[in-house]
């Protein structure tokens, strides 16, 4: 009677888990599992990355795409230790992960062997689920656990399996469990949402921070905003909830934010606060009440004193606050930030038309959403060109995806390669700084060989251009930022893709245009100003003076400031 190996197994249950694809590189450690992946691959397809790290971000990125378990492996020492960039950015942006590694032989743990790392304790602070496989049949019991830990906690979920465990077979005597996960609607407490209630009732410039946690639901946030006549400010990770040009939409919130958001925030006497742990609190009112509505209660007063919270989810939480409360007639206070909101949108309008050279940022991002389908995955790197896109790109539809509370280079590109896998037919481009692309760049021709057709836009200014403008803010001159960068689109045709290189503003749109009709993975890589600082939507005046003291000190150190005579 033909029995199953425990690696044969875990195949198994992946499958049935709906798992239908894995990021990672064969080693030896891992072997015991990559054969019956290779026997399975008509089911579930192995994605062959040029770095554990891309795998590991490539998998987050796919969880936060779609919800569904994101899954990539590494075998044991440095495979493994090259996962946790990217595993680090699924736990803070609470995606669901499964890593698995390999681990030396059980009968050689202990032994300071070649490779041997204590994984358990590598992975302790970044997992949800951390455990060690120790027998064939403990096996399937684990895998089920880990998966649904990862699904119901929103994190990442850790399988260190020794090299033999996958060889043995899995006895009759293996624990049978549950494969599947029980979703749950959370509501808060009544006499809470009453409190609330009153708060909504008794505000007269009620101000909406909108995150991650209220995607999905867009008509059920629209309705609300519209009967308290509230203006709708965005986190980053929650760009996209509504249209960014929607009348009720003011934009992002602070440095990557606009002005109107940032006056919006001053003059509220009601901040209500969904699906978001804003971190950054120095731009939220000081006086105003504060109502938090987040699943997790753990979140709620977290950052910010808080005068009501809701523990529960956002779209039914919104639902039966919207039935309960009357229509606000004065909409004044909404108003008034529509106003400021249209002549923001002018001024920046205004850069995005400039046709000067080298190219300006924002005129790129004009450009491409040009080209851009409205259903497009856009999978935005960190640096100026989060900046960029946040402030200049108006979403309608489009997913965006980007690695928002780790901030970490290089989450781009693995990424679009995710997003590709997830949406087939769908627009995908990685928006790129060339030092975030720089990090990840060797798995371009994972895009290439998976014929993963993409458009991967490179701003390319060579410098690491945002931590440029954060010494200039301090007072400091420019050090250490300078980048010597490849020509970006000859090494995508060297890779097999195509590349496109622009230097003039009037082959910017042609470029991109022919880039999206390609059916290959795509480089454009734009020279773009150095010099194009990405200042605040609201410019405070301590860094006006660090910003003056930096052209003091550069005027100083290149002799281009003659002191006055004694």
Request: charged share 25%.
């Amino acid at each position: 009677m033909f029995k199953q190996t425990a690696g044969e197994k875990l195949i198994e249950q992946l499958i049935e888990w709906g798992v239908d694809h894995i990021y990672g590189m064969p080693g030896d450690s891992i072997n015991s599992i990559i054969e019956p992946l290779r026997k399975a691959k008509n089911k579930i397809k192995f994605i062959q990355v040029r770095h554990e790290e891309a795998g590991a971000l490539a998998a987050a990125a796919y969880a936060k795409l779609t919800g569904k378990l994101g899954v990539c492996t590494a075998i044991a020492g440095p495979g493994a230790i090259h996962l946790l960039n990217g595993l680090y950015d699924a736990k803070l942006d609470k995606a669901p992960v499964l890593a698995i590694t390999g681990q030396v032989e059980s009968d050689l743990m202990g032994m300071d062997y070649f490779q041997e790392v204590n994984l358990d304790r590598l992975f302790d602070d970044v997992a949800v689920y951390n455990q060690r496989i120790m027998s064939a049949e403990q096996l399937p019991a684990v895998v089920n656990q880990a998966i649904r830990t990862a699904y119901a906690k929103k994190g990442v979920a850790v399988l260190t399996i020794p090299d033999d465990i996958p060889r043995f077979e899995v006895g009759k005597e293996a624990r049978v469990t549950t494969n599947f996960t029980v979703k749950q609607e959370l509501a808060p407490l009544k006499d809470d949402l009453n409190k609330v209630k009153v708060l909504i009732e008794q505000a007269e410039r009620p101000v909406i921070l909108a995150g991650n946690g209220v995607h999905g639901e867009r008509e059920t946030l629209l309705a609300f905003a519209e009967k308290i006549g509230a203006p709708v400010v965005l986190t980053l990770p929650g760009k996209g909830v509504i249209p960014d040009k929607h009348p009720y939409c003011l934009g992002g919130l602070g440095l990557i934010g606009t002005k109107p958001s940032y006056e919006a925030m001053q003059e509220a006497d009601l901040l209500m606060m969904i699906g978001t742990s804003f971190p950054f609190t120095g731009f939220l009112p000081e006086h105003a009440k504060t109502i938090q509505i987040d699943i997790d209660p753990t979140q709620i007063g977290k950052r910010v004193p808080v005068d009501a919270g809701l523990a529960g989810d956002a779209g039914a939480t919104l639902r039966w606050i919207t039935d309960q409360i009357s229509r606000k007639e004065d909409r004044e206070f909404l108003e008034k930030n529509q106003e400021r909101m249209n002549k923001w949108w002018e001024k920046l309008e205004k850069q995005e038309a400039d046709e000067s050279e080298p190219i300006k940022p924002q005129h790129l991002v004009r450009a491409l959403q040009q080209v851009a389908s409205d259903d497009a995955v856009m999978s935005v790197d960190v640096g100026n060109v989060t900046v960029w896109m946040a402030r200049h790109f108006h979403m309608t539809n489009q997913s965006f995806v980007i690695s928002s509370w780790l901030a970490t280079l290089g989450c781009g590109l693995p990424g679009a390669i995710a997003g590709k896998i997830a949406y087939p037919d769908r627009q995908v481009f990685a928006v790129c700084g060339d030092g975030g692309f720089g990090m990840m760049m060797a798995d371009f021709v994972t895009a290439v060989k998976y014929d993963l057709p993409m458009v991967v836009v490179v701003m390319n200014n060579h410098k690491i251009a945002m931590i440029k403008f954060e010494q200039e803010v301090m007072g400091n001159a420019e050090f250490g930022t300078n980048l010597h960068n490849p020509d970006f689109a000859k090494y995508a045709d060297a890779c097999g893709g195509v590349g496109y290189r622009v230097e003039r503003s009037e082959d910017l749109l042609p470029s991109l245009q022919k880039a999206v009709m390609q059916n290959k993975p795509c480089i454009v890589d734009v020279v773009v100003d150095a010099d194009e600082a990405p200042m605040p939507g609201n410019l405070e005046f301590s860094q006006v003076v660090g910003y003056t003291k930096h052209m003091v000190k550069e005027l100083f150190q290149e002799g281009k400031l003659d002191l006055p005579p004694l």
